[in-house]
Structures are given as C-alpha cells and as structure tokens.
C-alpha cells in the first residue's frame, strides 16, 4: 500500500517554542492531507484538512493561528505547533488521501508524539 | 453533526476464540462509509475492513468481518480465530460520500489473553 513518512515520531520541546511536523507521501501524490490529533487514552479528533496550494480548513475550535498547516507540494504538508503550551501535548497523525481505480483510500503516518515542558 | 459511538472500552478474548466489538452511528446521509481501524502499541493506524452503505453485504477480509445493519445504525465487527497480534485499540469511523475525513469513535481496547 501507499507509504506516509511523518517526522519526527517523537519531539520534546519547552514551552512558548514552535516545533514543526511533516508529513510525506513517499510514492503517491496528495492533494489533500489531514491531521489529526489523539490525547491519551482517547480518539482522533480531526484538526483541519490540507489541501495543496491552497488554506486549510480548520475543524471548530481549532486555533488556525497556533496550528499552522502548509501543504505547498503534492507530497508534503507540515503542521507547526507555534508558541507551543503543556496543553498542547498529544499525539499528532497525519493522513493522505489516495484515489485508487474502484474507490478513494486514507493512508496514515505513524504520528508524532509532542512533549511540552 | 454525525456521531461515532462505541460502547465497549475494554473488551478481552482468549486466542483462537471469536469477539465482536460494537459500533453504532448517527447519520442522516444515505451515502456513506464505514471502517474499521486497529490501533497496536505502535500506534500506526491500519485499515481492518471497510464497508459501503449501499451494499447489503457484509464486508469480510480474511478474519475480520463485519455485521452492517443499516437500519439500526450498526456496525459491528467480528475477529474469528484471535490471535495476540490482534490485541490493539479498534475505532470504528465514518465518512460520508463526498467527504473524506473521518469521524472515529472512542475506541475498543481489545486484550487477547492465552
């Protein structure tokens, strides 16, 4: 199946820096990607949808401004976490979109592990 | 708003046994899709099994199957034959037809004892 390489797997970072996390699709093309966040013990929960060379779509009450999403190639989207709190510790995953001959199909990263101290 | 609901957080099954973990949705869309996702320590989603609403049969791959009751909104899924490798956290989720991002449900733990 289709590959999606998310990196880093895991980040420690203190409060108040930005960290960034990519998502890549290693042998297909995606024109539209999505990011996902899990706090522990939880659900995903959709953040935005990333769509190449255009903004993303935000979900209700997800902060556009903290939660930067650039997706400026058919392979790549980043999310950066700017001005990163304690609060926003979780797991981040990333998904892409892949149109196969008989039906559309979702491929995951392996996600990234967020630390704020 | 769709919703996504699973009703079991934990479930445990002895290898070789059979569990069904269970699933139940809210949609008002005729159109629309429905999975299965296994979730292991690793935490890599996979995809399990897929269903299309319009088609009456159920959806199985190898072990896995499903028991799609379109009426009463269900969705749950079968394991035939657990094996350890099955123990994971299981989502079900949702998407309609022209959407393509995913509502999950809250997630099955699933224990797979000797």
């Known amino acids: 199946g289709a590959v999606v390489s998310q990196h880093p797997s895991r980040v420690i970072c203190k409060s108040g820096t930005s960290v960034k996390i990519e998502c890549r699709s290693l042998?297909?093309?995606?024109?539209?990607m999505f990011w996902y966040r899990q706090f522990p013990k939880q659900s995903l929960m959709l953040m935005a949808t990333?769509?190449?060379?255009?903004?993303?779509?935000?979900e209700q009450g997800v902060e556009k401004d903290k939660f930067l999403i650039n997706h400026a190639s058919l392979t790549l989207s980043t999310l950066t976490v700017t001005s990163a709190h304690p609060e926003d510790s979780s797991f981040y995953i990333c998904?892409?979109?892949?149109?196969?001959?008989?039906?559309?199909?979702?491929?995951f990263g392996s996600g990234t592990q967020l630390s704020v101290l | 708003a769709q919703t996504v609901t699973q009703s079991q957080p934990e479930m445990s099954v002895q290898e070789a046994e059979t569990v069904t973990l269970s699933c139940t949705y809210d949609t008002s869309e005729s159109d629309y899709y429905l999975f299965w996702y296994k979730q292991p320590p690793s935490r890599q989603m996979i995809l399990v099994i897929r269903?299309?609403?319009?088609?009456?049969q159920n959806a199985t791959e190898n072990r896995f199957s499903v028991n799609f009751q379109k009426a009463a909104k269900s969705f749950s899924l079968k394991i035939s034959d657990s094996q350890l490798g099955d123990a994971a956290m299981y989502f079900c989720a949702y998407r309609t037809g022209t959407a393509s991002k995913l509502t999950f449900g809250t997630g099955t733990r699933l224990q797979v004892t000797l």
């Open positions: 990333s769509n190449e060379g255009s903004k993303a779509t935000y």
């Open positions: 269903q299309e609403a319009y088609k009456q």
């Open positions: 998904s892409a979109r892949v149109f196969g001959p008989a039906s559309e199909k979702l491929f």
């Open positions: 042998d297909f093309q995606a024109t539209t």
